[in-house]
């Protein structure tokens, strides 16, 4: 959809906020607020994979981890339980602090309500724009994140977590990821899941 001014007012109020990530990354010689560079990557990856996304959508993918250091993991019990309350508690934490930034900047209720149920996750595999916005996620991930994470923990970890991530994804979404830019290494774990 074509870009439109109040939507690159969001992001700006999106990247400002994320601007206070203590926790910074460095990408092609330049340091970012992690959570700045996370959205960019995010918006980046739809726009490949869906050039035609709502603005819902757009919003959701550019704030999908708003603020997210205010709710360290540490917070909660280092088990499968807490992490899923954590997980639980930052889907509640982005709507609101996504829905405070779109509605100080004049976005209707619908809209902002599509955000936060996308934000929610809900209805993964059954709302068209709930998966898109997860396999979105699951591609940044690997193509970002997933070999770091893949060098700090046991291979027998890595894989579980591939294939709960393979799971996750559509097909559409699963074919994008085998296009990704993946070093060997990343790849033969890829392969080594898919076989598992």
């Not at 700045?36 to 990856?45: P, S, W």
């Not at 757009?58 to 250091?69: D, N, V, Y």
């Not at 936060?116 to 059954?126: A, H, N, Y």
């Amino acid at each position: 959809m074509a870009t439109t001014n109040k939507l690159l007012l969001a992001f700006k109020h999106f990247d400002e906020a994320n601007t206070q990530d203590p926790n910074t990354e460095i990408y092609e010689g330049t340091t970012y607020p992690k959570e700045v560079l996370y959205g960019k990557r995010m918006t980046e990856r739809l726009n490949e994979f869906n050039a035609n996304a709502s603005e819902a959508l757009l919003l959701t993918a550019r704030c999908q981890h708003i603020c997210r250091w205010e709710i360290p993991r540490e917070s909660y019990e280092m088990n499968r339980e807490g992490y899923l309350r954590w997980r639980q508690e930052l889907k509640k934490f982005h709507a609101k602090k996504a829905a405070d930034i779109l509605k100080k900047i004049g976005y209707n209720d619908d809209t902002i309500n599509n955000v936060k149920f996308l934000l929610e996750k809900k209805q993964l595999k059954k709302n068209e724009e709930t998966q898109t916005l997860e396999d979105v996620i699951c591609l940044v991930f690997l193509e970002f994140y997933f070999e770091p994470f893949a060098h700090k923990h046991l291979e027998i970890k890595t894989i579980d977590i591939l294939q709960k991530t393979w799971r996750k994804m559509s097909v559409k979404g699963q074919e994008a990821a085998l296009k990704l830019p993946l070093s060997i290494f990343s790849l033969d774990l890829i392969n080594k899941a898919l076989k598992s």
